[in-house]
């Protein structure tokens, strides 16, 4: 279901790592040649991942008995490493959102307690979505066949994508770019108002 990798966004990510579990992750990813260092505050204690050019931050919070990797949002643009950390979602019973960009389609998975909750491909108009029982739904459009709260999740992560590449090109002056995020945005606002009259 992949395309050529570009970059993956880690979204509200919670992993509880027992000590042993941890030690694992830290052998894959010495084992693949990445560089790892400690950075420490007060709260939080951060673990640096090098590799070529490439520098990664994972925050973790201190307990007695384990770490919890948490972050309201992670990017990652190296493929091996987002690769482990959604290996380490599904092992450690994790939660969170995982959207994952290609030269195509646009992934989003939705994981609870390490399961996958729901999978989404936005391509153009379409979607596609497979929940965890495997069974996929695809709609257009408006299309009201979907049960609503379904449409209405699907919707949220899209003006969540959609905000996202808006200031992607604030960030870029991109003023061509910012005036088509922004009709889209209205769009897809507009259309989850009438969405949420029917839940």
């Given at each position: 279901?992949?395309n050529?990798?570009?970059?993956?966004?880690?979204?509200?990510?919670?992993i509880?790592?027992?000590?042993?579990?941890?030690?694992?992750?830290?052998?894959?990813?010495?084992?693949?040649?990445?560089?790892?260092?400690?950075?420490?505050?007060?709260?939080?204690?951060?673990?640096?991942?090098?590799?070529?050019?490439?520098?990664?931050?994972?925050?973790?919070?201190r307990?007695?008995?384990?770490?919890?990797?948490?972050?309201?949002?992670?990017?990652?643009?190296?493929?091996?490493?987002?690769?482990?950390?959604?290996?380490?979602?599904?092992?450690?019973?994790?939660?969170?959102?995982?959207?994952?960009?290609?030269?195509?389609?646009?992934?989003?998975?939705?994981?609870?307690?390490?399961?996958?909750?729901s999978?989404?491909?936005?391509?153009?108009?379409?979607?596609?979505?497979?929940?965890?029982?495997?069974?996929?739904?695809?709609?257009?459009?408006?299309?009201?066949?979907?049960?609503a709260?379904?449409?209405?999740?699907?919707?949220?992560?899209?003006?969540?994508?959609?905000?996202?590449?808006?200031?992607?090109?604030?960030?870029?002056?991109?003023?061509?770019?910012?005036?088509?995020?922004?009709?889209?945005?209205?769009?897809?606002?507009?259309?989850?108002?009438?969405?949420?009259?029917?839940l």
């Amino acid at each position: 279901m992949r395309n050529s990798f570009i970059d993956v966004e880690f979204t509200n990510i919670q992993i509880k790592l027992s000590k042993p579990a941890l030690h694992q992750f830290i052998k894959r990813m010495m084992n693949e040649h990445y560089s790892l260092y400690w950075r420490y505050d007060s709260k939080t204690i951060y673990l640096m991942i090098e590799r070529d050019e490439s520098v990664h931050e994972l925050p973790f919070l201190r307990n007695t008995e384990f770490l919890t990797l948490s972050a309201e949002s992670l990017y990652i643009n190296d493929e091996g490493l987002a690769s482990a950390l959604e290996s380490l979602l599904q092992h450690e019973k994790g939660t969170g959102i995982v959207k994952r960009s290609t030269d195509g389609p646009l992934y989003i998975i939705s994981y609870q307690s390490g399961d996958i909750e729901s999978m989404i491909e936005i391509d153009g108009s379409e979607k596609v979505m497979m929940n965890q029982n495997g069974s996929m739904i695809h709609y257009k459009g408006n299309d009201k066949s979907l049960n609503a709260k379904t449409i209405y999740n699907v919707m949220n992560l899209e003006i969540d994508y959609v905000l996202m590449e808006l200031h992607e090109a604030m960030k870029c002056s991109n003023k061509e770019m910012v005036e088509v995020h922004k009709r889209k945005l209205k769009q897809l606002l507009s259309r989850r108002e009438q969405v949420e009259q029917l839940l």
